[in-house]
């Protein structure tokens, strides 16, 4: 997937794809996808990066950033 595409999902749909990816990746923390992807690659920005963090937790997914 292009980072224009990933970039362009709304929040709920980018929150999907970060469980699925972590899914795949065996670790099943889509915080750490999240953090990958802000931080290390810079495919999303610091305020997509907060919204994602809130939106895990409210799914159950705790954040180790907190």
Do not use: T
Request: with cysteine; hydrophobic share 40%.
């Amino acid at each position: 997937m292009l980072n224009e595409e990933i970039v362009a999902m709304s929040l709920v749909e980018y929150c999907d794809f970060l469980i699925a990816m972590a899914e795949f990746n065996g670790h099943k923390d889509p915080h750490k996808v999240n953090w990958d992807w802000c931080r290390w690659h810079g495919v999303v920005g610091e305020e997509r990066y907060s919204e994602a963090i809130a939106e895990l937790a409210s799914r159950g997914y705790e954040s180790w950033d907190n």
